[in-house]
Nanobody, 126 residues
Framework: QVQLIESGGGLVQAGGSLRLSCAASGRTFGNYAMAWFRRAPGKEREFVAA????????NYADSVKGRFTISTDNVKDTVYLQMNSLKSEDTAVYYC???????????????????WGQGTQVTVSA
């Protein structure tokens, strides 16, 4: 059974940084694409970033390009989201997600991801 456990959320001032982690277990981590999504209060869940199974390709939402970086560590079976220059509009619950199929690309659609973490709260104060 695949499990995803996020950590690293918290309260940060605007302009600050946070690094989210998502530890995966239950299957061969390096064979699957991973992604981060978020849900802000009163809004629908939205795509943030994805990384292909090969680790070569990355995909970012326009709202976070140049500020956020997704990466993986196949030794630790962990996906990271480094968030810099945080803004109040980045406040949300952040979820990591794992692809349903092996060797997938860095897809932005949530329908491609079968496994989800419980979420970690990120709050950016103005």
């Amino acid at each position: 059974q695949v499990q995803l456990i996020e950590s690293g959320g918290g309260l940060v001032q605007a302009g600050g940084s946070l690094r989210l982690s998502c530890a995966a277990s239950g299957r061969t981590f390096g064979n699957y694409a991973m992604a981060w999504f978020r849900r802000a209060p009163g809004k629908e869940r939205e795509f943030v970033a994805a990384i292909s199974a090969s680790g070569v390709n990355r995909n970012y939402a326009d709202s976070v390009k140049g500020r956020f970086t997704i990466s993986t560590d196949n030794v630790k079976d962990t996906v990271y989201l480094q968030m810099n220059s945080l803004k109040s509009e980045d406040t949300a619950v952040y979820y990591c997600a794992a692809d349903a199929i092996e060797w997938g690309g860095a897809k932005s659609g949530s329908e491609y991801y079968d496994y989800w973490g419980q979420g970690t709260q990120v709050t950016v104060s103005a």
